[in-house]
């Protein structure tokens, strides 16, 4: 039996907070979910709305704000919720956090800290910030509150949609276990991983989470170390398959979202579409596939 998680609570909570993303009809079976059109670029908007707002109603969010890590696109959600809730943000990013994510945390008003050369860096560094400080952690996905506010983007495409399965791109798991406590039971959810930063499939194969190494182009939003429990346990409960596709494949479906569709986004967001570009992910004959474009906090002079 899965988890299950407050989605209805979470999706009154942040309602006026978030964008309704729109859905785009790629072709015949192809829709794309355009999350990256998200506030702040990313569907991690949601979950950390939600995480911050569900704290404050319990009376656990202190006048110190928040801390936050992250390779840049939760830091960027945790930065632009509290300025719109007028606390406190500071954010830990890796050195390697693109440059394009670190100059807008600092226009969102985060204080920024870069240390390390990946996430799990940074987010130990954030851990002991918070005790000194007694700022709220808002983890980057293995939280059961940015879970269910990730959840709301499922649940949103519910609405929007009849599919038969979700393509989504998956680092420490934050979004996929989102949508598996969405839709698990009206659609197939596969996860899709760049082969050099593959925290789930590595968990899933090892029956737990395992620490990976991590690199590649999309090492900055899904360069995950390990998988967060909750992701695992969901994914496992679930059955859910992870695909691996490499760097080509993602460069190449980047490419192609701009060339096609003049759908700007981070090779993180390319991930998922990778599957199909690749032939990594081959839909049957009239299954109706979507693939989840979550982030576009990218620097698109590549692209031109």
Known sequence: MLPEFDLSSAAARISDRVRHTPVMRADRQLWFKLEHTQHAGSFKTRGMFN??????????LPAAGIVAASGGNAGLAAAYAARELGIPAEVYVPETAPAVKVAKLRKYGAHVVQIGTEYAVAAAAAVERSTETGALFCHAYDNADMVAGNGT??????????????LVAVGGGGLIAGVIAAVHDRARVIAVEPATSAALHEALRAGGPVDVPVSGVAADSLGARRAGKIAYDLAAGAGISAILVDDKAIVDARRRLWDDYRLAVEH?????????????????????????????????????
């Open 153 to 166: 983007l499922g649940l949103e495409l519910l609405s929007q949609l009849d599919f038969d399965t979700v």
């Open 268 to 304: 993180g967001t390319a991930t998922a579409h990778a599957a199909i570009t690749s032939g990594a992910y081959l839909p049957a004959a009239d299954e109706r596939v979507v693939v989840l474009l979550c982030g576009a906090n990218t620097n698109p002079s590549d692209l031109i």
């Open 51 to 60: 995480q911050i707002l569900a704290a404050a109603s319990r009376g656990d």
